[in-house]
């Protein structure tokens, strides 16, 4: 007597009793497709559309992953070149030859003629033993003693080792001692080399 007052309440909006099953058949599926997302029942009829279905979705989400890939790969490319950039002007800025010795002699003729141009005349200079820092990269140490009539060649001599555009010049240490009417100077230069081997 219960079931027959639940369908009595129950009203459809066709007439006819093919309609109600059709109706019925209809929120059956309904409820069963509704289910299937979040449950993993097997409908005969469905599983080719559900196979179907996630076929798309994981090409959508391979192809959204590519896309993603893409413009990553032309952001590194553009970060990649700038880099060698970088490294093309830092190389270009340290001293090369075919193994350290020459490298080190390039730097004491260009530290030679540096004080010419500087009226300042350089009696000796002494390379000490370079420091390996990488596989052809060196750090050279050069002492220089020399001599000087003005406190202006000195400040111009530095002046061209600290803004020197083309190499990696650094003098940390600087002594100046005043002997009968000269400057005399003690220096250390430091300066970064490469080696083509």
Same mark, same amino acid.
């Given at each position: 007597?219960?079931?027959?007052?639940?369908?009595? %309440?129950?009203? =459809?909006? +066709?007439?006819?009793?093919?309609?109600?099953?059709?109706? !019925?058949?209809?929120? @059956?599926?309904? *409820?069963?497709?509704?289910v299937?997302?979040?449950?993993?029942?097997?409908?005969?009829?469905?599983?080719?559309?559900?196979?179907?279905?996630?076929?798309?979705?994981?090409?959508?989400?391979?192809?959204?992953?590519?896309?993603?890939?893409?413009?990553?790969?032309?952001?590194?490319?553009?970060?990649?070149?700038?880099?060698?950039q970088?490294?093309?002007?830092?190389? %270009?800025?340290? =001293?090369? +030859?075919?193994?350290?010795?020459?490298?080190?002699?390039? !730097?004491?003729?260009? @530290?030679?003629? *540096?004080?010419?141009?500087?009226?300042?005349?350089?009696?000796?200079?002494?390379?000490?033993?370079?420091?390996?820092?990488?596989?052809?990269?060196?750090?050279?140490?050069?002492a220089?003693?020399?001599?000087a009539?003005?406190?202006?060649?000195?400040?111009?001599?530095?002046?061209?080792?600290?803004?020197?555009?083309?190499k990696?010049?650094?003098?940390?240490?600087?002594?100046?001692?005043?002997?009968?009417?000269?400057?005399?100077?003690?220096?250390?230069?430091f300066?970064?080399?490469?080696?083509?081997?």
């Amino acid at each position: 007597m219960a079931e027959g007052q639940i369908m009595k %309440k129950i009203k =459809f909006v +066709g007439s006819t009793s093919r309609e109600k099953i059709f109706a !019925l058949i209809a929120i @059956i599926l309904l *409820l069963l497709v509704l289910v299937r997302g979040k449950m993993e029942l097997k409908i005969p009829g469905l599983d080719e559309y559900y196979t179907i279905r996630d076929r798309f979705e994981t090409k959508s989400q391979l192809y959204q992953r590519y896309k993603a890939l893409l413009n990553e790969k032309q952001h590194i490319e553009e970060v990649h070149h700038a880099n060698i950039q970088v490294i093309e002007t830092l190389e %270009k800025k340290l =001293f090369r +030859g075919r193994n350290i010795n020459v490298t080190a002699a390039k !730097l004491q003729k260009m @530290i030679q003629s *540096l004080a010419t141009a500087n009226h300042i005349s350089i009696a000796r200079t002494n390379i000490e033993k370079p420091e390996k820092i990488a596989d052809n990269l060196y750090m050279i140490r050069m002492a220089v003693y020399g001599e000087a009539n003005r406190m202006t060649d000195i400040n111009a001599f530095l002046a061209r080792l600290e803004y020197n555009r083309d190499k990696y010049l650094f003098a940390p240490r600087l002594y100046l001692k005043l002997s009968r009417g000269k400057l005399l100077i003690e220096m250390k230069i430091f300066s970064l080399a490469m080696t083509n081997t």
